[in-house]
């Protein structure tokens, strides 16, 4: 889940960080920092601190660790902070 990724990435409240995956599978979501946590929340056009964009194959990769997070990161397109869009490359998910 992105705000558990992030939670030890310090950030302003308001602060938002969005991740797009590409494709027809795709979808996007956008994590919002609320003090010391983090919420998912839908990013207002051009508000997000940073943005990454995935594809599909690098994306299923990173969450189960098939790719390493600086590749993901080198596949991705950054857009704003660098090192928020990073944190968000070190993401690990159960795919069931």
Do not use: K
């Not at 939670?7 to 590409?22: H, M």
């Not at 969450?63 to 080198?74: H, S």
């Amino acid at each position: 889940m992105l705000p558990h990724t992030l939670r030890n990435t310090p950030a302003s409240a308001g602060t938002q960080l969005q991740v797009a995956i590409d494709g027809p599978v795709g979808s996007t979501w956008t994590a919002t920092a609320t003090g010391e946590r983090r919420s998912p929340a839908e990013a207002p056009a051009g508000r997000a601190a940073a943005s990454v964009r995935l594809e599909p194959d690098s994306t299923w990769r990173l969450c189960t660790r098939g790719i390493d997070p600086d590749t993901a990161l080198a596949r991705a397109r950054i857009n704003g902070d660098h090192q928020l869009a990073a944190a968000a490359c070190r993401i690990v998910s159960i795919v069931s």
